[in-house]
């Protein structure tokens, strides 16, 4: 059973934007740090931004930097991923996963909780 809930995803032309949103279900967020991954058909699983549970650290994948913000609103119990200047090879499915610890987040097989994920297609 999922116990995160991701949306937002969709259809968007190169150079757009799109706001995923990562929700707990039955559980708070505010004690876990939080990673979004990515898996396009054909594709390794790619890890793309976390935030820890305060908010005050957050990294990146080299290769959504400067493009790609991950922010939170605990009071809302939901984690953010805008993305902004989107390119087809961002195309894929999205994810969040949350884990016990800043430092491993990241590392999928040791998350806490994930979801299903939402579909994000990057096509003129």
């Known amino acids: 059973q999922f116990q995160l809930v991701e949306s937002g995803g969709g259809l968007v032309q190169p150079g757009g934007s799109l706001r995923l949103s990562c929700v707990a279900r039955?559980?708070?967020?505010?004690?876990?740090?939080i990673g979004w991954f990515r898996q396009a058909p054909g594709k390794e699983r790619e890890g793309v931004s976390c935030i820890s549970s305060s908010g005050g650290s957050t990294n990146y994948a080299d290769s959504v930097k400067g493009r790609f913000t991950i922010f939170r609103d605990n009071v809302k119990n939901t984690v953010y991923l805008q993305m902004n200047s989107l390119k087809p090879e961002d195309t894929a499915v999205y994810f969040c996963a949350s884990y016990r610890e800043f430092k491993i987040c990241g590392d999928y097989g040791r998350r806490a909780h994930w979801g299903q994920g939402t579909q994000v297609t990057v096509s003129s």
């Open positions: 039955r559980f708070t967020l505010d004690y876990y740090a």
